[in-house]
């Protein structure tokens, strides 16, 4: 059965310091990759995704992830953590399989300390 | 319309109580998911509908557990006789079409239902 791992159910950073969530998938065929941010008291918002090409993904707000194939990982990171990164991150799998099935991480809660 | 929309927003109810949540998915999204998240759990799939269809229920706890779809849109979750476990967030989300792995989940800002 696929699977996603998420290291870490809380990652606190100081302010400007770097950020790194840390994800990997289990499955014999390669998915394609989400990360998702919930903010307080929000629903999910997409932050990138890896489909295929470029195995560095860019997204919103500074963050990017790179997808390792041969390390079955693809975690997000941040060069410089600012205040309002502080929010829980989620990373997702996609497969098809008749149709687009996702399974999620248990989510990392991020804590920017200024 | 521009995104997920879900209603209500928050909702407190009695042990016992039946509740509907409702979710208007993005238009000409043809697939739509509910996930629940309990406290400081991850998203716990529930079901999925591909139009008016929902080819996979597996994520339903327990029999108080319905949802439903209507005109390829707008779709119900009811949960009957609610208990206090019960208590989650209940999360929608659409996306474009079934079976392309690629495509976006777009998720609503989700119903809170406390059951006391």
């Known amino acids: 059965a696929q699977s996603v791992t998420q290291l870490g159910s809380h990652v606190s950073v100081s302010e400007g310091a770097l950020v790194l969530l840390r994800c990997n998938y289990s499955?014999?065929?390669?998915?394609?990759l989400f990360w998702y941010v919930q903010y307080p008291n929000q629903g999910l918002q997409l932050l990138l995704k890896?489909?295929?090409?470029?195995?560095l993904v860019k997204g919103i707000n500074g963050f990017e992830a790179e997808f390792k194939k041969s390390e079955t990982s693809f975690h997000l990171t941040k060069p410089s953590a600012h205040m309002s990164d502080a929010a829980e991150y989620f990373c997702?799998?996609?497969?098809?399989?008749?149709?687009?099935?996702?399974?999620f991480g248990t989510g990392t809660k991020l804590q920017v300390i200024p | 319309g521009a995104g997920v929309s879900q209603s209500p927003s928050n909702k407190v109810t009695e042990k016992g109580k039946d509740v509907e949540l409702r979710c208007d998915p993005i238009?000409?999204?043809?697939?739509l998911y509910w996930y629940r998240q309990s406290l400081g759990q991850g998203l716990e799939f529930l079901i999925y509908?591909?139009?008016?269809?929902?080819?996979?229920k597996s994520g339903l706890p327990s029999d108080r557990f319905s949802a439903e779809r209507t005109g390829g849109s707008v779709s119900t979750l009811t949960i009957q006789r609610t208990q206090q476990e019960d208590s989650a967030v209940y999360l929608c989300?659409?996306?474009?079409?079934?079976?392309?792995?690629?495509?976006?989940?777009?998720f609503g800002e989700g119903s809170w239902l406390t059951v006391v």
């Open positions: 989300a659409s996306s474009l079409a079934s079976g392309q792995a690629r495509n976006t989940i777009y």
């Open positions: 238009s000409g999204h043809t697939a």
């Open positions: 890896y489909t295929t090409g470029a195995t």
């Open positions: 509908f591909q139009g008016n269809s929902a080819p996979d």
């Open positions: 997702a799998a996609s497969y098809s399989g008749g149709y687009q099935k996702v399974t």
């Open positions: 499955s014999s065929v390669p998915p394609y």
